[in-house]
C-alpha cells in the first residue's frame, strides 16, 4: 500500500523538533514536501529507480558513511529549498536530512517501494 507525498511528509515532519530548527511545524512540513521527490534520486543509482531497491540502497549508504549520506541529503534538502525560495543554514539543512532518513529507515521496505512507484 503507497502513502501520500502528504502523508510522508508529515511523518518526516513529526520527526523534526520545530525549535530546534527555528521553523514553524508547517513550513517544516512544506519543505519536506517539496524535497521528496528529488530526494528519491539521490537514494539510486540513476535517474529511474528501481523502487524495490530504495530502502536497501539508503540502509547500505547509511551503514558505509552515515556522514557522507547525511550530507549529500543535507546538501539535496538545501538546493531544492532555495530554488523554492527558502534559504536554510547547514544546520537546519542536516536536521531536515536527519529526519528523512530516520524515517527512511523506520519506514518498511514494503512501503518505501510502493511509495517510490506511486511518485517517480
Known sequence: MSISVEDMS??????VDSNLVGIDPLTIMTLVTSVLLPLISC???????????VAAAVK?????N???LRRRTARKISQVSARDGKKLT?????ILADAVIQEAMAT??????AFVSAHS
Request: no cysteine; proline share 14%; hydrophobic share 20%.
Open 10 to 15: 508529515k511523518r518526516v515532519a513529526s520527526r
Open 66 to 68: 552515515p556522514r557522507g
Open 43 to 53: 537514494f539510486t543509482q540513476n535517474d529511474e529507480p528501481d523502487p524495490d531497491q
Open 90 to 94: 547547514g544546520e537546519q539543512a542536516g
Open 60 to 64: 547500505e549508504r547509511f551503514d558505509r
Open 108 to 113: 518498511p521496505p514494503a512501503t518505501v517501494a
